[in-house]
């Protein structure tokens, strides 16, 4: 078993689940802005503003938009596509939903469990792509944030997961060995890539992760397989070691 001393952990859907809080942050903005009696059904708009939101993110994370394209396109877009425009309302929606985004608290489940469990084991830190105006708050808010030494956000450092910038910033800021240290997230391209081509190892928190050992297998000459009985998975090339785990307190028994 390999020794840790620092855990880097993403945020939003690997301790503060983002899609709950993200869904109740813009119901309440919609109300503030006497948006949501436009709607015929919300939940019907916030499947279409999920997945539009989602490809502007793997745009944004690529440096293929900007953040301002970002947050106005985000509502713009789907409620154009849902049958209401609202032309240029997206600055002023965007603002009432990161107004309510740090208010709304729920975290995914395990997390306090985990992070009690380890804080006084382990140097903690957080690595965000989250925007700085509600990264801090949300870890306030939550009663996250004494956890963690130092937290790390893409839009402060200049460069979001997967960039080895921000993953290379992190370790020298927190002078972390790469053989020390082990990133935790829920983005298969921004934590888990960002961090292997790093150097260093990752844990995967995903309950839907059955096509990812096999991109793993064919990309970095995985030679060992192991099936834990802790029911994790654990990949290794002999130098760097992916796990895969379905829920967040399974992490305690690959640090155990």
Known sequence: MKRYRHLFFDLDNTLWDFETNSYHALNSAFHQLD??????NFDDYFKIYYGINHHLWELYRNRNITKEELIVKRFEDSLKEYGIPQPGRGAEINEAYLSQ????????????????????????YIITNGFREVQHKKLTNSKLEHFF????????????????VIFEHALKSTN???????????????????????????????????????????????????????NHLQFSNGKITTYFIRQLSELLNILS
């Open 101 to 124: 985004m740090p208010l709304k608290t729920q975290l995914v489940e395990g997390a306090l469990e985990v992070l009690e469990a380890l804080h006084k084991k382990y140097k903690l």
């Open 176 to 230: 972390a060995r790469k053989k020390e240290s082990l990133m935790i997230g829920d983005s298969w391209e921004a934590d888990i890539k960002g961090a292997l081509e790093f150097g260093i190892d990752q844990v995967f928190l995903s309950d839907d992760f059955e096509k990812y050992p096999a991109q793993l297998l064919e990309r970095n000459n995985t030679s060992q397989i192991m099936m834990e009985n802790t």
């Open 149 to 164: 030494d130092k937290v790390f956000i893409s839009e402060v450092v200049g460069a979001p997961k997967p960039s080895r």
């Open 35 to 40: 948006l949501y009696k436009k709607l015929k």
